[in-house]
């Protein structure tokens, strides 16, 4: 499925010409047919095609040699643990999807299973420092998709796209449901240079059962203008792009919109009007986003219900525990725990808890402890605390 050792040099060759870039690359190929034959070309037959292009840049000296034995090797390694390949333009295996982003990448890069493309896919975006509620939101709806046959397409960052990873992973790795949708991560380094470090255990459990991607080289390092570039393969892999927490500014919002430029479908999760995490979901929705509660609403958005594997639960409905681990509905967990009816699902303050239930600072602050034991609520940055939805 990858090129031969000298298609593949080309090609690389082809990726690393100072100051071409894709969009002019491809014109290139366009009119050449080929990396080899571009290379192959006359000055003046180039600059017919690029006029502001000097083709001398073509015969620089990039390094694309060396890069070329770095690439072969890995592809021949006997160490790999799942199959590698490196996907071109001109290669059928290529993803059609991303012949409709705004610049399809001349190269991919992949490890895993080549066919996760070739199914339903839902991209899940968000803050790279979510509140609790919020990666487990993410974790539960990969989760519920997965298992509905659907793929989750994420850019592997902390938070939100981790999560993400995570819960569509679990159906896979629990034996229970190989057949589930799992996960493809896009990242914005090169395949050998994953960033953060700490996700290096997360690519390799996506690689074995879902399928990592990169446009970039092998050992490109985290570069900041290259994450936002790999949000357009995020999009157009995907049928839709959920959005669970993200602020105003956040890069899962370019993602949103590139998805709408491609004419895919946006979907976000709402939360509390006074977190800063939950600006960006509500101005999507503003917007025209879906307003989505569970992965039942997504699959019903996308028209996907039917052609799964079977119906997906619903992620997280908010519920709670008893003090003896049994499941309680809103009503009777309000009805059973005043703090719980008290706290709302809103991030609060102990003393606004204490005005709310009328429990003194002890008896509250061991309450609070109990509930957070028990898994009912989370303890958040700057003394507040917020209730758990429970899958």
């Known amino acids: 499925m990858s090129p031969d050792f000298d298609e593949l040099g080309a090609w690389l060759r082809l990726l690393l010409v100072p100051g071409l870039g894709p969009a002019p690359a491809r014109r290139l190929l366009a009119a050449f047919g080929s990396p080899q034959a571009v290379f192959a070309a006359q000055p003046d037959a180039v600059r017919a095609v690029l006029p502001r292009f000097a083709p001398d840049a073509l015969q620089a ?9 770095r690439t072969w090797a890995w592809l021949q390694s006997a160490q790999a643990e799942a199959p590698r390949a490196v996907l071109t333009l001109a290669d059928a295996a290529y993803p059609a999807p991303l012949l409709e982003a705004v ?3 001349l190269v991919l890069f992949a490890e895993g299973d080549l066919n996760r493309w070739r199914r339903p896919a839902v991209a899940i975006v968000g803050s790279r420092n979510p509140t609790v509620q919020g990666a ?30 995570d819960g569509a992973l679990q159906p896979i790795e629990s034996g229970d449901m190989p057949a589930a949708g799992g996960t ?40 900041p203008a290259n994450f936002p570039r790999r949000n357009r393969i995020v999009a157009a892999l995907s049928r839709g792009t959920l959005v669970v927490e993200a602020a105003v500014q956040s890069g899962s919002l370019i993602t949103a919109r590139l998805a709408n430029e491609m004419g895919r479908e ?54 709670a525990l008893s003090p003896d681990g049994e499941a309680l509905s809103d009503a009777q967990a ?26 003194g ?16 609520v989370a303890r958040l940055p700057g003394a507040l605390f917020q209730r758990l939805a429970r899958a």
């Open 136 to 165: 487990e939101n993410a974790e539960a709806f990969a989760r519920a998709l997965s298992e509905a046959g659907v793929v989750v397409v994420s850019g592997l960052a902390r938070g939100v796209d981790a999560a993400a990873h």
């Open 61 to 69: 000296d990039t390094g694309w040699q060396p890069e070329l034995e």
């Open 266 to 319: 946006v979907l976000a999760i709402p939360g509390s009007i006074h977190s800063p995490q939950s600006k960006g979901c509500h101005a999507l929705i503003k917007q025209g986003a879906k307003l989505v509660e569970t992965a039942q609403d997504v699959l019903e958005e996308l028209r996907l219900g039917t052609a799964m594997a079977g119906d997906a639960p619903a992620a997280p409905a908010v519920t």
């Open 184 to 223: 493809i991560a896009v990242l914005g380094t090169g395949l050998n240079e994953v960033y953060p470090k700490g996700h290096k255990p997360l690519a390799r459990r996506v690689a074995r059962n879902g399928l990592v991607l990169s446009e970039f080289t092998l050992h490109t390092p985290p570069l």
């Open 103 to 105: 610049d399809p990448p």
């Open 334 to 359: 309000g009805d059973e725990d005043p703090v719980l009816r008290a706290m709302g699902h809103d991030p609060v303050g102990q003393d606004a808890l204490s005005a709310r239930t009328g429990l």
């Open 361 to 376: 600072p002890a008896e509250l602050g061991a309450r609070l402890l109990e509930l957070e034991l028990m898994g009912q």
